[in-house]
């Protein structure tokens, strides 16, 4: 038994279910090795491999809450390119606004006329009067760190065990044994990420405590629910302690929304009434197109500008030739004005209610050992009877071989759901026979384990 499951079970239906989307997938196979002729690794992004697939499936086109995949078949979609595609894939405001600026150029390194609405409609939403553009959430979070560590002079950020922010190497530091160790499966790394990050256990305000006193850390980068480890919610009360330490000890609180944008139209933040300095959102704010967004407060923006006055001319270390471009700032506007509305939200939260309740039942019913999470549009199950308070537990919980044989059976029966961890994601195209479609065959998958 592992995870309440019969173990032999589980690895049987590995063996099936691999068989079965080879037997399924010609095409993609055929496309797949034909690539892979041209590619390092033979896919576009090495990680790809990494999907639970003996080859990756290939995508032939994506609408709404579905997509169509190179043999003709059709998928309900509850990854929805890990929170990228959050509102649906191609969604129409956006593909209209695209297609107007394809015949109006592309990139100029110089504003658009939409340039004023979205800073505008950004602050209104999540409460922050200064914004500035990327072209990723990787590189929000850089340049915010870039930024911080400017204004406040200190050279320390810290993070959450078990956090992240994309490929911004200050995160990748580890609690091992309670000692904070450099992730060693980054590549090409030349320099000590221990000596400038400081993780600490998410939920534990003293050790939170313990290394703000030292009064060399510039900002504190966490997402308000964690989300890349599994989730792990925080308990109550702890942002309200947490943000008076932080501020306490001059320390600012930059507050990641990338996946907790789920949470509702101004984020996890605005929902919850928490007050961070700074706020950065990618993936979805642009429905998909590559961009991302990062905001500060008032205060935070003077410090920000008087260092950047204070430093010699030249290069500040931040910003990209494309960021900003006409193109991304066109779907941003389309998205934030007619596709990330209060109502399409209501109909995510109804939605991913009776999925979270509809997984809940099924897994009590198979008397299993593990818990269901969810946050607005976002639902996680894990294999473990109690919420993980921290990284830590939410890490020692995962487990890729059961992860693999699930996703695997329902991928074969027309059903995404996202790759390392178990969530599943709707969008405002999701229906309800959508949900019924996933429960029923993730009850069927679970009974064949027992
Ligand atoms: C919370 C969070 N921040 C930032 C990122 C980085 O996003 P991107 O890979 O688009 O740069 C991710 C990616 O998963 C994320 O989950």
Not at 336 to 344: G, N
Not at 364 to 385: D, K, N, S, Y
Not at 428 to 446: E, G, K, M, Y
């Amino acid at each position: 038994m592992r995870a309440g499951l019969n173990w032999q079970r589980v690895q049987a239906l590995v063996a099936i279910e691999r068989a079965s989307y080879i037997a399924r997938n010609p095409e993609s196979a055929r496309l797949a090795g034909e690539a892979a002729q041209h590619l390092l690794f033979g896919v576009p992004m090495h990680w790809m491999n990494d999907w639970s697939t003996p080859f990756p499936l290939t995508v032939r086109e994506a609408s709404g809450a579905r997509f169509r995949d190179a043999d003709g078949h059709e998928y309900i979609d509850f990854c929805l390119g890990d929170t990228g595609a959050m509102f649906g894939h191609a969604p129409l405001p956006v593909a209209q606004a695209i297609a107007r600026q394809s015949a109006r150029g592309y990139t100029a390194m110089l504003p658009s006329e939409d340039v004023g609405p979205v800073a505008a409609e950004l602050s209104r939403r999540f409460g922050l009067p200064c914004w500035q553009f990327a072209l990723s959430a990787s590189d929000a979070n850089r340049f915010v760190l870039r930024w911080l560590r400017a204004a406040t002079g200190r050279s320390k950020v810290l993070v959450f065990n078990g956090c992240y922010h994309g490929t911004v190497d200050d995160v990748f530091v580890d609690l091992v044994d309670g000692v904070p160790t450099q992730r060693d499966s980054l590549l090409g790394q030349v320099y000590t990420l221990t000596d400038h990050t400081v993780v600490v256990e998410f939920n534990d305000l003293s050790a939170l405590e313990a290394a703000l006193k030292q009064g060399d850390i510039a900002c504190v980068l966490a997402e308000p629910v964690m989300t890349n480890v599994g989730m792990v919610l925080p308990q109550p009360g702890f942002w309200d302690a947490a943000q008076q330490l932080i501020r306490q000890h001059g320390t600012l609180l930059v507050i990641d929304e990338t996946h907790t944008i789920s949470s509702g139209p101004g984020g996890y933040a605005r929902a919850h009434g928490l007050q961070p300095d700074a706020l950065v959102i990618g993936k979805p704010v642009g429905g998909g197109i590559p961009c991302a967004v990062y905001g500060f407060t008032e205060a935070v923006a003077r410090r920000v500008e008087q260092a950047k006055r204070s430093a010699p001319p030249g290069h500040s270390g931040i910003g990209t030739t494309l960021s900003a471009n006409m193109f991304a700032i066109a779907a941003m506007r389309a998205n934030l004005e007619e596709v990330m509305t209060e109502q399409a939200y209501q109909h995510m939260f109804a939605l991913a209610a009776q999925l979270a309740d509809g997984l809940r039942d099924i897994i009590a019913r198979h008397q299993l050992p593990w818990c269901v999470t969810q946050i607005g549009a976002r639902t996680e199950f894990q294999f473990t009877p109690t919420a993980p308070r921290n990284g830590s537990e939410a890490q020692a919980v995962m487990d890729s071989e059961l992860e693999q044989a699930i996703h695997l059976y329902l991928l074969n029966r027309g059903l995404l759901i996202t790759p390392f961890h178990n969530m599943l994601l709707v969008c405002p195209d999701t229906a309800q026979s959508d949900l019924h479609n996933l429960l029923a065959t993730f009850d069927t998958c679970l009974q064949l384990l027992l």
